[in-house]
């Protein structure tokens, strides 16, 4: 079983419109509500794909109350911890004729050190008979920039495998707890190693780096191309099919959802990363994110190549 831990839980609004421009009146003609933010998007997947996952994290309020039933309704067990206020809005705002996204995320409700304190037990129950915890997503107003490092002691202590997809000081602090699996993007490796990258190799560069620092496996999106990645010691790149975007966004947490599916599964790091990219071209051709075809899956991945660099 996958736990996924999205410690500021969104409903995810997508709304269709034409073009999107500034400082105009828009007639939305096309609304989707859905459990969001990034922990959720990578358990919808999973359970999409066919795998068992559990969530958690904090839902506040009647928005929080929508994000459990919405789960409940497509089976998706979920046991969060309630924090006063109200979990957010996030709206992604997107233009048929250009096919551009624009994201509004709202910053959500601020939680405690209570609240933190009963989500880390909540979470030491379920890694326990869980194979990998993954947490994803930005960190809520009042959780410290420790919080992930903290909580994949936790995961780790009780055996199983900590998956990490945040970004900024989150994300730097949290790589010092040496989480199994993260997955930045260009501007995000930039940030945790303080350098930007130029090139390709200098990204395998900073992947070797990390991978020194205890992370078992690094991979670096490079959105439609493809990405690329490094596992024990060995790097690969790896090339996304192209195909017409329809959404972009969720791309990123179908990625880690077939990830740990497959590490799950105990298949080779190859066919894992072929896999995670088919899945992950997938969610951008469906409207929502977080929405995969299995017949999409299975037409993409023949046309994935995966290439060893070293
Ligand atoms: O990755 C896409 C997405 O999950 C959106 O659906 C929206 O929920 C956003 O990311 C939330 O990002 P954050 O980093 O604030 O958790």
Redesign the pocket.
């Known amino acids: 079983m996958i736990t996924t831990v999205?410690?500021?839980a969104?409903i995810?609004k997508t709304y269709h419109v034409d073009k999107f421009i500034e400082g105009v009146v828009h007639r939305v003609h096309n609304v989707t509500s859905?459990p969001?933010?990034?922990?959720?998007?990578v358990s919808r997947v999973i359970q999409q794909v066919g795998g068992s996952t559990t969530a958690t994290g904090f839902i506040a309020g009647k928005n929080g109350e929508f994000i459990a039933e919405a789960l409940d309704d497509i089976q998706i067990a979920n046991k969060f911890v309630k924090v006063n206020g109200e979990s957010?809005l996030?709206l992604?705002i997107l233009s048929d004729t250009t096919r551009q996204s624009t994201?509004l995320?709202e910053p959500?409700p601020t939680v405690t050190q209570q609240h933190i304190a009963e989500l880390s037990q909540r979470i030491s129950e379920l890694a326990k008979r869980s194979s990998i915890v993954a947490m994803?997503?930005?960190l809520p107003a009042g959780a410290p920039t420790s919080t992930y490092a903290d909580l994949i002691s936790i995961v780790k202590d009780h055996g199983a495998l900590p998956f990490l997809d945040?970004?900024g000081e989150a994300l730097i602090r949290g790589i010092q707890a040496r989480p199994f699996f993260i997955k930045p993007n260009e501007d995000e490796i930039s940030v945790l190693l303080g350098e930007p990258m130029k090139d390709e190799l200098q990204v395998i560069k900073g992947i070797q780096q990390v991978m020194a620092q205890g992370i078992s496996c690094v991979v670096v999106t490079l959105g439609a191309s493809g990405s690329l990645a490094g596992y024990e010691g060995t790097c690969y790149r790896i090339e996304a099919p192209s195909v017409e975007a329809v959404n972009p966004?969720?791309?990123?947490?179908a990625f880690v959802a077939a990830m740990a599916v497959a590490f799950e599964q105990k298949h080779s790091i190859e066919d894992g990363l072929a896999y995670a990219t088919a899945v992950a071209t997938a969610n951008a051709m469906t409207p929502i994110?977080?929405q995969v075809e299995l017949e999409d899956i299975e037409r993409l991945l023949p046309l994935v190549k995966v290439h060893v660099i070293n």
Do not use: F, H, Q
């Open positions: 999205t410690l500021n969104a995810d859905m969001g933010g990034k922990g959720l998007n957010r996030c992604n994201e995320l959500g994803s997503g930005s945040t970004s966004v969720g791309c990123g947490d994110a977080g």
